[in-house]
């Protein structure tokens, strides 16, 4: 399984912030998604069942999750449905707001990426967003899911979220 521990958004809100364009409510959201660290993962660390973890930064989701498939040689199934977004950030993401990172990330792994139909445009930039103190992306063993997601949320990371799972295949990634 595929566990994300922050939500999405955190470029798209800066841009938003640079813009002019971001209120009280987006900015504190900005604030407390970049301070929160990520000290969970040492706790997660140590919980059986977790095969690799990366923090997801400069190169979106996409492109932090591609390199485990390239690793471990696995392709990744993500549920878009279940990958949290920053509230805040949503209005931003759905009217085109984001940093230029996110074309030169789409660039370099979208032709790795196969999307649903169902798959609109924001949220395909939103998968590609870079993230500045991005959350926790781990792999662990179904079994194991419940441990980490209790563990992220003990420790207030209120958006954790299972959002999809490795299996065998070439090194790709498919959005439903």
Known sequence: MLILGKGL???ILAQAMKKGVLDEAGYQ???ASTTQLNKVGST??????VHALTDVTGFGLLGHLLEICKGSGLQAQLEMARIPVI???QAFAEQGYGPGAIERNQA???QAVDYADSVPQWQRRLLADPQTSGGLLVSVAAEQANAVLAA???QGFGYASVIGRLEAGAARIRVD
């Open 152 to 154: 992220f949320h003990d």
């Open 87 to 89: 509230r805040e950030a």
């Open 44 to 49: 997660l660390a140590q919980l059986p069942g």
């Open 9 to 11: 958004g955190v470029g």
């Open 29 to 31: 959201a900005l604030i």
């Open 108 to 110: 370099s792994f979208d």
